[in-house]
């Protein structure tokens, strides 16, 4: 069954410190989402992604963070200038069309220390 | 603005137990989702619905587009069912209830 992959599955990152944590999408899906979920917290949309650009954003999502897709298969999650708050699992997720069903990568995990 | 909300938070039962996990929201939506979060932190998708009722396996989804409200049930419950069931309301984005922590004793 076709699978979201994510990289790295930890992240340890000194404050301060610029991170990127990678998704590999299912090849034939259009929509792209990041979404983080803090220890103990429920899960918090960031940033939505179709056709190359962003199309939703929270107000999380503030000049800190970026997404690309570089390479057209690859979707990435820059994180400049990492707080002890951007301590978090990290859910990037796909679907094939909006309001379809999603499939989520395994998260990443970062701890910013 | 969406608010999603579940009950219980928590929930124990014993294996074969017939388990009920609740939620509401706020505001009309297009879909609802049950999600299945393993320890390791993982998010499995279990269903979407808009209207109705879905099954798969022991696992049943029902929604009431009137009332704002799912439940999913898990028949015959197994301590592998243990783990987390979230409900997330779609509309361009989903909006997450806090989860249930669902743990099934042999």
């Known amino acids: ?113 | 603005k969406n608010e999603v909300e579940q009950s219980p938070q928590n929930l124990t039962a014993q294996e074969g137990e017939f388990i009920t996990i609740n939620c509401s929201y706020s505001v009309g939506i297009s879909a609802l989702h049950w999600l299945q979060q393993h320890p390791g932190g993982g998010i499995v998708s279990l269903f979407m619905l808009s209207s109705g009722k879905k099954k798969h396996g022991r696992l049943i989804a029902t929604i009431n587009i009137q009332e704002k409200h799912s439940s999913l049930h898990i028949t015959a419950s197994h301590p592998r069912d243990s783990a987390v069931y979230i409900c997330a309301s779609s509309g361009s984005r989903l909006t997450f209830g806090e989860g249930t922590q669902l743990t099934v004793n042999p």
């Open chain 1, 1 to 113: 069954e076709p699978e979201v992959t994510q990289t790295p599955s930890h992240q340890v990152t000194q404050m301060g410190q610029e991170v990127i944590l990678r998704c590999v999408p299912i090849s034939n899906h259009l929509y792209f989402y990041w979404y983080r979920q803090i220890l103990g917290q429920k899960v918090e949309f960031l940033v939505s992604f179709y056709n190359n650009e962003i199309s939703e954003k929270s107000e999380i999502f503030d000049d800190q963070f970026s997404v690309e897709r570089p390479d057209g298969s690859n979707f990435t999650l820059k994180i400049r200038s990492t707080k002890l708050e951007d301590s978090a699992m990290y859910f990037c997720g796909d679907a094939a069309e909006l309001n379809y069903g999603y499939t989520f990568g395994s998260g990443t995990r970062l701890t910013v220390v």
